[in-house]
């Protein structure tokens, strides 16, 4: 009947299905985003060992996807990247490589990846766009992840200049949402925050947060983010990658997310910042002008509602959360 109605089935796998992104992407097709003719496979490393290229192409085999979202990576706060830089080089070069090569080899029309405005040079002017991600070195603090995300799109355009493959990437600034890592040592900085309330809140105790508080992000909220990358798949023919956060105008310092989170969770307690913990970068303003020029009406959440919303879901699933 699909193929009747002149819709080509697409079978979409997603790979890092149940982490941040892919749980908000499998969320957005259920409620509603999903189109008729789209089958989705969310896996996990539990399905296969990305970094072992026999299991990555069996997975690919299996479930003969005809488009790819790559989620798939090794990943962690800034405080995990300072201690293992090698491991995070090593782990997603071998992950990408497989996805990237599993798809060519089994006919994938289309693979998008998701890669980080963290991978982007240190030294550089702002705001950042698409065209500086290869203009310098990335910041010590994450240099293997950053040069491990860098050569996907070095591999994109591999891809389609020696075989036409419509291999392309995504550039999130900070995601943030349900499912995410709230783990207070390892995970990124939003989470462990919301973390780090919620204990001092049941605790009574003052909160701690690591660093001056200046340091600015872009956060852009998980299921904003999911509706974005199916667009993406189903419309963005560029294999050039292309920047999906919220403007510039946007930007919040950490101390403005703490307070965020502070009034969501209604803590009452004192704020502490303890200075001798690294702040990392200090700035990554990106611009989303490329986005805007495609989608100049796309609605964001509110930063504090999606942090209201993140909050409520971390206090109900307390239990099961990644932490």
């Given at each position: 009947?699909?193929?009747?109605?002149?819709?080509?089935?697409?079978?979409?796998?997603?790979?890092?299905?149940?982490?941040?992104?892919?749980?908000?992407?499998?969320?957005?097709?259920?409620?509603?985003?999903?189109?008729?003719?789209?089958?989705?496979?969310?896996?996990?490393?539990?399905?296969?060992?990305?970094?072992?290229?026999?299991?990555?192409?069996?997975?690919?085999?299996?479930?003969?996807?005809?488009?790819?979202?790559?989620?798939?990576?090794?990943?962690?706060?800034?405080?995990?990247?300072?201690?293992?830089?090698?491991?995070?080089?090593?782990?997603?070069?071998?992950?990408?490589d497989n996805v990237l090569h599993s798809a060519y080899e089994t006919g994938v029309q289309k693979v998008?990846?998701?890669?980080?405005?963290?991978?982007?040079?240190?030294?550089?002017t702002y705001p950042i766009d698409e065209s500086m991600i290869h203009n310098g070195p990335p910041h010590?603090?994450?240099?293997?992840?950053?040069?491990?995300?860098?050569?996907?799109?070095?591999?994109?355009?591999?891809?389609?200049?020696?075989?036409?493959?419509?291999?392309?990437?995504?550039?999130?600034?900070?995601?943030?949402?349900?499912?995410?890592?709230?783990?207070?040592?390892?995970?990124?900085?939003?989470?462990?925050?919301?973390?780090?309330?919620?204990?001092?809140?049941?605790?009574?105790?003052?909160?701690?947060?690591?660093?001056?508080?200046?340091?600015?992000?872009?956060?852009?909220?998980?299921?904003?983010?999911?509706?974005?990358?199916?667009?993406?798949?189903?419309?963005?023919?560029?294999?050039?990658?292309?920047?999906?956060?919220?403007?510039?105008?946007?930007?919040?310092?950490?101390?403005?997310?703490?307070?965020?989170?502070?009034?969501?969770?209604?803590?009452?307690?004192?704020?502490?910042?303890?200075?001798?913990?690294?702040?990392?970068?200090?700035?990554?303003?990106?611009?989303?002008?490329?986005?805007?020029?495609?989608?100049?009406?796309?609605?964001?959440?509110?930063?504090?509602?999606?942090?209201?919303?993140?909050?409520?879901?971390?206090?109900?699933?307390?239990?099961?959360?990644?932490?």
């Open positions: 009947m699909t193929e009747a109605a002149g819709l080509v089935p697409k079978r979409i796998l997603v790979t890092g299905g149940t982490g941040l992104v892919g749980k908000a992407i499998e969320k957005v097709v259920a409620d509603g985003e999903g189109r008729p003719g789209e089958e989705w496979i969310f896996v996990s490393s539990r399905d296969a060992d990305l970094t072992n290229a026999t299991e990555t192409k069996a997975l690919f085999e299996q479930h003969k996807p005809t488009h790819v979202i790559h989620l798939a990576a090794m990943v962690g706060g800034l405080f995990k990247n300072i201690r293992y830089n090698l491991d995070f080089w090593r782990r997603n070069v071998h992950i990408n998008v990846s998701c890669l980080s405005t963290c991978i982007f040079p240190d030294k550089t010590s603090s994450n240099f293997g992840y950053s040069y491990a995300k860098r050569m996907i799109d070095v591999q994109n355009r591999g891809y389609f200049e020696q075989h036409g493959c419509r291999f392309t990437a995504v550039i999130p600034t900070n995601v943030f949402g349900p499912h995410d890592n709230f783990n207070i040592e390892d995970g990124h900085v939003l989470p462990g925050l919301i973390h780090k309330v919620y204990l001092a809140k049941q605790t009574g105790s003052a909160l701690t947060i690591w660093g001056t508080g200046k340091p600015r992000r872009q956060f852009i909220y998980s299921l904003d983010l999911a509706r974005l990358f199916l667009w993406v798949l189903r419309e963005y023919d560029e294999v050039e990658p292309i920047i999906l956060s919220v403007g510039e105008e946007d930007e919040v310092s950490i101390r403005e997310a703490a307070e965020a989170i502070v009034e969501a969770m209604d803590f009452r307690g004192e704020l502490v910042f303890d200075t001798t913990k690294a702040d990392g970068q200090f700035k990554k303003t990106a611009s989303n002008a490329k986005l805007r020029c495609y989608l100049p009406n796309f609605q964001f959440t509110p930063f504090r509602q999606a942090v209201k919303e993140t909050c409520a879901w971390f206090s109900t699933n307390y239990a099961d959360a990644r932490k």
